[in-house]
């Protein structure tokens, strides 16, 4: 009874998050990364903004925003915990909750992962305090400023058959060579949701992802902890799926398999349960409105 009522409260919690958002975002004036601001919006607490933007190169592939507070009420204000909209993006606290004394002033850095995507592409992440929620938003446009030396181009078919060729003969290439710098290097330090899409998402969530790459979601209904394990430690015989367990020459340690499993199996399902939820919602307000 107790989770079920807890489950409720999430999912009303997102609800109000997901509606908030747009109303919110609208009239964010946003801060470029690395310009400086006093603080001087209020939303609980004082921000320098509540939205920043970033035009990134090709060779960025994490930006590193932060987001700048000041306590300028007479009473301490909690920051209970944050969550975001992608997995892509990580908003990280100190503590929780984090006590915010008056006067007192803080920060809260908020990481997006940018590999596989391009576009321009915004992100929110929601500061949940005592008093109420806060929405950061933040934006990037992917590759906006070139090199001319290093044009950006999209790999050609004769190109994505070589690979596949390489896939075909050694499924372990991906950990290999020049396939570091996006398959190896970000994950890490990374654990459970970041985990995933540094090490899952940019193949299995990508904008063009390859027909012989399984879309997750669509399956992880009823999946158990056993099935996950086995995929992602050893793969299987005969597949292209790679080994991702550092035995079998992969990048991940035997606590972030165990992160990424708990992820998949405990949180993954209700995410996409709730979006779900949340777009059926959405398009009957829409279908009312009409």
Not at 137 to 160: D, F, H, L, Q, Y
Request: glycine letters at 6%.
């Amino acid at each position: 009874m107790k989770n079920k009522y807890l489950s409720i409260f999430s999912f009303c919690l997102l609800a109000l998050s997901y509606y908030t958002v747009n109303a919110q975002t609208k009239g964010v004036k946003f801060l470029e990364l690395g310009e400086k601001k006093e603080p001087s919006i209020n939303k609980f607490l004082t921000w320098d903004s509540l939205g920043k933007r970033h035009q990134s190169r090709p060779e960025e592939l994490d930006i590193k925003f932060e987001f700048h507070f000041q306590n300028t009420t007479k009473n301490e204000i909690q920051i209970k915990r944050t969550f975001t909209s992608c997995g892509c993006t990580v908003a990280k606290l100190p503590k929780t909750p984090w006590v915010i004394k008056p006067g007192q002033k803080g920060s809260i850095p908020i990481t997006m992962d940018v590999r596989g995507k391009s576009g321009t592409i915004e992100k929110e992440s929601t500061i949940v305090t005592d008093l109420g929620n806060v929405i950061l938003t933040t934006k990037v446009a992917i590759g906006a400023i070139r090199n001319i030396n290093k044009p950006a181009r999209k790999r050609s078919k004769e190109e994505r058959a070589a690979n596949l060729k390489l896939a075909v003969q050694n499924r372990q290439a991906i950990f290999q060579n020049n396939c570091v710098e996006c398959h190896v290097n970000p994950t890490k330090g990374k654990r459970g949701r970041q985990l995933y899409a540094t090490a899952c998402g940019i193949c299995h969530d990508a904008e063009n992802r390859a027909s012989f790459v399984t879309e997750l979601r669509s399956i992880s209904k009823g999946k158990d902890q056993a099935y996950w394990d086995q995929w992602i430690r050893d793969s299987k015989p005969g597949t292209l799926m790679p080994a991702f367990a550092k035995k079998h020459g992969g990048p991940l340690d035997d606590s972030q398999i165990k992160s990424l499993v708990a992820y998949l199996v405990r949180i993954f399902p209700r995410e996409l349960k709730t979006k779900q939820a949340l777009l059926k919602s959405t398009n009957k307000k829409e279908s009312s409105i009409k």
